[in-house]
Structures are given as structure tokens and as C-alpha cells.
Nanobody
């Protein structure tokens, strides 16, 4: 598989918005789960959102629910993370990841260990 490539990070004031993109060229999005993960400085990498285009399912962590939205453009093989009402604790590196749909579904965010492919990340800084 070709690498996943994230973009769209930057510096934003608290309460602001960013849209991150995951270029998933080489992945048929109806055959893969795509997840977005957040790693704050000095902390574990945590899942924040995922999408599986084949059945339309989306899942969010409690910390971002109601603020972030994940969406897939299957034709162009891009997955977006729209981030609104950003908080300082959202600061960190955001990674997208992919795993084959055949791993199944658990009705919530898939465990981090289930993902097979990872991008290199994009930095988000939320600061006044």
C-alpha cells in the first residue's frame, strides 16, 4: 500500500476550527476502516474518530463528540476530520490510519492495535 498522508494542521485560537485531510490514495475506502488519532505531548495516542464507508458507520470519542466530524470522499480517496470548537487540550499530532474492513466491527472505535497502516501525522496547536 502507498503511505497515508495527513495535511491541514496548523495554529488556531481556542474556539476556532481546522479541517484535516487524509490522502488515502491506493486504498479503496469501501474496503477499509479509516481512523483519526490524537497524540498530545507526552501522552498515549488515542482514537478520536473513525469511518467505514461500506456501511456508513462513524464513531467518535467522548472528548470530541459534537465538535468533530469525520467524512469520506470515496471517489477521490480522501478522509476529512472537521474540527470545531477547538480546545487547548486538542493540541498534538493527528494521525490517520487504515485497516481492512475484514477485521470486523465492534460498534465503537476500533482498538488502536487493529490498525495496520499509519500516516506520519500533522501538527495541531490550539493556543491563545
Amino acid at each position: 500500500q502507498v503511505p497515508l498522508v495527513e495535511s491541514g494542521g496548523g495554529v488556531v485560537q481556542p474556539g476556532g476550527s481546522l479541517r484535516l485531510s487524509c490522502d488515502a490514495s491506493g486504498f479503496a475506502l469501501d474496503s477499509y476502516h479509516i481512523g483519526w488519532f490524537h497524540q498530545a505531548p507526552g501522552q498515549e495516542r488515542e482514537g478520536v474518530a473513525s469511518i467505514y464507508s461500506k456501511d456508513g458507520s462513524t464513531y467518535y470519542s467522548d472528548s470530541v463528540k459534537g465538535r468533530f466530524t469525520i467524512a469520506s470522499d470515496d471517489a477521490y480517496q480522501v478522509v476529512y476530520l472537521q474540527m470545531n470548537s477547538l480546545k487547548p487540550e486538542d493540541t498534538g499530532i493527528y494521525y490517520c490510519a487504515a485497516t481492512p474492513g475484514a477485521v470486523g466491527t465492534v460498534g465503537r472505535l476500533l482498538p488502536k492495535s487493529w490498525y495496520h497502516y499509519w500516516g506520519q501525522g500533522t501538527q495541531v496547536n490550539v493556543s491563545s
